[in-house]
């Protein structure tokens, strides 16, 4: 079971490369914006007024009112850049139709238009080449977005979009916007600031919504969310396409089919040789940071006092059954060592064992939620540092919590808990760097092979080459690293002695059965073994074969009673068997990790729930700046 933990792992790795490679292919920036950037220099936006009619067809026609002051005769006018094109998917991408552009000017500056694409943007560049404007001018931009709302769960269609985005490179004293649709907005909210900022503005609902907004600009944005029922709507449906966003060049290039074909050729060649010094490279590695082991003492067990040793590395060897986990070796430590991670299933466990201590009770709400009671500590009991840290944030707020509050609040806990864990085992002496340490080392090797075969691919397609053959060997380098990140931190010869023994236990848990248990202790046995069972994934498997023990002991007259710190759905007499308990805490498991690593999600969703929007999230915005 561990070992699916950690190719679940492994395959989460690669699928977090596959979707910064796509990242790199359909989130292309407007180059354009960086060079205006440096032209913005005395320049501001007095006021930037927008008002958006919103359709039922799900457009939106935009009118951009932008008072301007040229503290200089430096510059032509303005650079409007409008987000036009986003990812969706690994497939797709998703369009924002832009029509019927027009500006005028009503201080009679240029308004002459030059519309291109510009990445995922389309540039409009107003004024004149030949003229120059200085002193307060005044701009109106006129135009059509297709395909702008969002279809929620609820029932209701948001209308998401940075009004003003942090692609602007001057300062814009004060923003004010006004939406009207074809229904009344029931719900309205606006935030300014950096990109991923709380920080909200003024917003009020209405027949038509009204936002506000001072000091924007300069990397700064203002996002708006609006909500309207979906009946109000004809087609909510996303505007997607097919690959890319933008191909930065064509089919030609600047080299003969000739020349084209040797490049090619030496690509190849450079591919095999790249991906065979890595391969070597690798294995050479493992052999120098694989795990330590005492030579000559039996797996599990450590040199007795005065006993010559040798410390070796080379393959795991067989253990035979432990019957109970390592000395002093809480149920989160030895997952720790077993997979050299702190993962949430481990903090899990961590809790049941709290609870099984007498720390807290666990009360089976259902729908996969629970409620937990802290209680008056134990005596004769003591909590390491990384447990003390986990229980004082679970009841941070008070003596009861539910499971489900502590979604989207206790990530940052979670991070002290596993660290605390990591640290834990580098005093034990398990460890000579943390395994986080090592595999973030690691990690780095794998993200640059990886970065640099996406540079040689794209730079070889654009120039028209083969860019499989000029990335792949780097791409190969990138798979090798990856594969030995999953051993980054190898265990000291102390590590691996608890390690064989974490192993020779977890094979007991996966092989007991009910006849070897007597009646009067099974209880205990239960109880105690339970959290390491839900660390390893065997919560239902353990809770099977007492269950097989507890019909056997009522059979003879000894009864088992149900543990005392997890009451079960419905209370102690909806209890139906140790079958029920085992599932509930392995669903627990699954259920804590989730709820205690979750985040606020933002990214494609509503700007309401799951934690609400923020400055930069919805579509559309860009930015501009002089020219």
């Known amino acids: 079971m561990r070992q699916g933990r950690g190719m679940s792992r492994f395959s989460g790795m690669l699928t977090t490369l596959a979707a910064a490679s796509t990242l790199v292919g359909v989130s292309v920036l407007p180059g354009a914006q960086a060079a205006v950037a440096a032209g913005n220099e005395n320049m501001r ?31 032509h006018g303005l650079d409007r850049f409008i987000i036009t094109a986003q990812g969706y998917n690994d497939e797709k991408h998703r369009v924002y139709p832009l029509t019927n552009v027009k500006v005028t000017s009503s201080t009679g500056a240029p308004s002459d238009v030059e519309k291109s694409a510009d990445g995922g943007a389309t540039r409009l560049r107003i004024g004149d080449a030949d003229r120059t404007v200085s002193g307060v001018q005044k701009y109106t931009i006129t135009y059509r977005l297709g395909g702008v709302v969002n279809k929620q769960p609820n029932g209701s269609t948001e209308f998401y979009i940075n009004a003003i985005g942090q692609q602007w490179g001057i300062p814009i004293d004060k923003a004010n916007v006004t939406l009207k649709g074809p229904a009344a907005v029931n719900d309205a909210k606006c935030f300014y600031g950096a990109k991923g900022s709380k920080q909200t503005c003024q917003a009020t609902s209405g027949e038509q919504a009204s936002f506000s907004a001072r000091s924007v600009g300069n990397g700064e944005g203002m996002s708006i969310v609006s909500a309207m029922p979906t009946s109000a709507f004809t087609n909510t449906a996303p505007i997607l396409e097919d690959g890319s966003a ?112 007498g720390y807290l009770t666990m009360t089976d709400l259902g729908d996969k939620d629970w409620l937990l009671t802290a209680q008056n500590p134990p005596g004769g009991d003591s909590l390491l540092p990384y447990e003390a840290t986990l229980l004082n944030a679970v009841f941070a707020g008070g003596t009861e919590v539910k499971l489900s509050d502590l979604r989207n609040e206790f990530s940052g806990h979670l991070a002290e808990a596993k660290e605390g864990m990591y640290r834990e085992t580098l005093e034990r002496g398990w460890f000579d760097e943390s395994p986080a340490t090592s595999r973030a080392k690691a990690m780095g090797l794998v993200v640059g092979f990886f970065a640099l075969a996406l ?20 791409a190969a380098a990138g798979v090798f690293a990856l594969f030995l990140s999953r051993s980054a931190g190898a265990r000291t010869p102390v590590g691996s002695a608890v390690y064989d023994q974490s192993r020779g236990f977890e094979l007991y848990l996966k092989t007991a059965e009910a006849k070897q248990f007597k009646f009067e202790e099974a209880e205990q046995i239960f109880s105690r073994y339970m959290p390491y069972a839900v660390v390893l994934g065997l919560a239902e498997r353990w809770a099977k074969v007492f269950g097989e023990v507890a019909e056997a002991a009522a059979a003879q007259g000894y009864p088992l009673a149900m543990p005392y710190w997890y009451i079960p759905y419905g209370g102690y007499g909806g209890f139906s068997g140790f079958d029920d308990l085992g599932s509930g805490l392995d669903s627990f498991g699954e259920a804590a990790s989730a709820a205690l690593s979750s985040t606020p999600g933002s990214s494609g969703g509503s700007g309401f729930s799951g934690g609400g929007g923020f400055s930069g999230g919805g579509v559309s915005g860009g930015g501009g700046g002089g020219w």
């Open 45 to 75: 936006i007095s006021a930037y007024d927008i008002d958006y009619d919103l359709k039922r067809d799900g457009a939106v026609d935009v009118t951009e009112n932008i008072t301007v002051r040229f503290d200089d005769n430096s510059h």
């Open 246 to 357: 933008v191909e930065a060049y064509g089919s030609g290039g600047p080299f003969s089919q000739s020349t084209r074909k040797n490049l090619n050729l030496v690509g190849g060649a450079g591919t095999v040789g790249v991906a065979g010094l890595a391969g070597a490279w690798m294995l050479a590695r493992r052999r120098k940071t694989g795990d330590q082991r005492f030579g000559g003492v039996t797996p599990g067990e450590l040199p007795a006092d005065g006993q010559r040793y040798d410390v070796v590395r080379g393959p795991e060897p067989e253990v035979a059954v432990r019957f109970d986990p390592p000395r002093d070796t809480t149920p989160g430590l030895m997952g720790t060592i077993i997979d050299r991670s702190a993962d949430n299933r481990d903090v899990a466990g961590t809790i049941v064992d709290l609870s099984v201590r």
């Open 455 to 474: 540079v040689s691919f794209f730079v070889a397609s654009a120039l028209n080459l083969n860019g499989f053959l000029f990335g792949a060997g780097f």
